[in-house]
């Protein structure tokens, strides 16, 4: 996902954008959903959270 579409996402969910890094954002996106803010900290590719959004960004890879 671009930046544009991450913002667009922040501003529905009411997350102030700001000047956050990408995977900041999405963190911030996550917590406010009631979401594990765990962006880009799966370890060695591993992640239970099968239904996120943000899955591929994350992990680096098409699924």
């Known amino acids: 996902m671009n930046m544009q579409e991450i913002r667009k996402i922040a ?11 990408k995977a900041d954002l999405i963190r911030s996106i996550q917590r406010r959903e009631g979401n594990f803010d765990c962006f880009k900290s799966a370890m060695e590719g ?9 899955r591929k960004d994350c992990l680096g890879r098409k699924e």
């Open 46 to 54: 591993i992640c239970s959270q099968l239904d996120c959004i943000w």
């Open 11 to 21: 501003q529905e969910k009411h997350v102030a954008p700001g000047h956050l890094r």
